[in-house]
């Protein structure tokens, strides 16, 4: 099992920056993919950025690339998402997830066995 607790959420102007973070504990050994999706009200969950160490594969959606860096500190067994110039259409709960189901990361949630319980992010124009 391995548990993911998000942290770094809150509500900053457009154009500001923000780092959100997943500490994980557990069995993290078996994780073989690392990802941030985010859920605006209505909408459905996205992934917006993975990261797989083993094969030095970070990928991002087109919405947030250029702006949003996903990292790894093995050493504090956390994963962050560094996010610059957020605009409101960022706001959204943002989830840390894993998967140790697949080698490769998926595209889809369900195929991410751990996740965290979220933590909000809100960009005001």
């Known amino acids: 099992q391995v548990r993911l607790v998000e942290s770094g959420g809150g509500s900053v102007p457009a154009g500001e920056s923000l780092k959100v973070a997943c500490a994980a504990s557990g069995y993290t050994a078996s994780v073989n993919c690392w990802g941030w999706f985010r859920q605006a009200p209505g909408t459905q969950r996205e992934r917006i950025a993975v990261?797989?160490?083993?094969?030095?594969?970070?990928w991002y959606v087109d919405s947030v690339k250029g702006r949003v860096t996903i990292s790894q500190d093995n050493a504090k067994n956390t994963v962050y998402l560094q996010m610059n110039s957020l605009k409101p259409e960022d706001t959204a709960m943002y989830y840390c997830?894993?998967?140790?189901?697949?080698?490769?990361?998926?595209?889809?949630?369900?195929?991410?066995?751990?996740w965290g319980q979220g933590t909000r992010v809100t960009v005001s124009a």
């Open positions: 990261i797989n160490p083993k094969y030095d594969y970070t």
């Open positions: 997830a894993a998967t140790s189901l697949y080698d490769r990361c998926p595209e889809v949630p369900y195929r991410y066995n751990y």
